[in-house]
């Protein structure tokens, strides 16, 4: 077993809704757990698919909270949009970005298979300083809130029990091909180094 407990960070593409649902799940858990979005911009769904409401990294919850009520309140109640930034802003002021982050993980866990292309990416460009091993996962989850909820909780289950092997270097991919049977979803995996 590990002698700290497992640093994790959560990706999605906007850190808006899986990352978030599973930054909430793992943080009551008690995992050191950060979350965080790949994409240029964040991206939230508007009054119609093409016109989405987009933001900057740098915008709080809180600030397109109160924009979205500005613009349509009833709307964003309804979709359950405000209930996310509304979940979002009690965890963190902000969404962070992936490849801002310098800090080192054990675990990355991304929530599609673009972001965790976006991650590779990032985590091989950088320069390797300390060659500590980070375990990047992908877990395929739909972006709505009935998916986000339930990939949340595979993900805390998989982190549960990647934190209680004794080896997590050598029994990691035979507890990814577990959870591929027992949930019937693909599984990626890459080792990277810091």
């Known amino acids: 077993m590990p002698s700290?407990?497992?640093r994790?960070?959560?990706v999605c593409s906007s850190n808006q809704n899986r990352s978030m649902e599973a930054h909430n799940i793992l943080s009551k858990r008690g995992f050191e757990v950060r979350s965080f979005g790949t994409g240029t911009h964040v991206k939230l769904p508007g009054p119609a698919p093409d016109k989405p409401n987009v933001y900057d990294f740098k915008t709080t919850y809180e600030q397109m909270y109160n924009d979205l009520v500005k613009k349509?309140?009833?709307l964003y109640t309804q979709n359950g949009i405000l209930h996310m930034?509304?979940?979002?802003k009690r965890i963190k002021p902000r969404p962070e970005r992936f490849q801002s982050c310098k800090d080192q993980f054990d675990l990355v866990i991304t929530c599609e298979e673009r972001v965790y292309d976006q991650v590779l990416e990032d985590l091989n460009s950088r320069e390797q300083e300390t060659f500590q091993p980070v375990h990047v996962i992908n877990v395929d989850i739909q972006?709505?809130?009935e998916e986000a909820t339930l990939g949340a909780f595979l993900i805390c289950e998989l982190c549960q029990c990647i934190q209680h092997t004794e080896d997590m270097d050598n029994e990691i991919d035979e507890l990814l091909q577990e959870f591929e049977e027992k949930s019937s979803r693909p599984f990626l995996h890459?080792?990277?180094f810091y």
């Open 4 to 6: 700290h407990p497992l």
């Open 190 to 192: 890459t080792v990277c």
């Open 85 to 88: 930034l509304d979940r979002n």
């Open 72 to 74: 349509d309140k009833e």
């Open 143 to 145: 972006d709505n809130h």
């Open 8 to 10: 994790v960070a959560v």
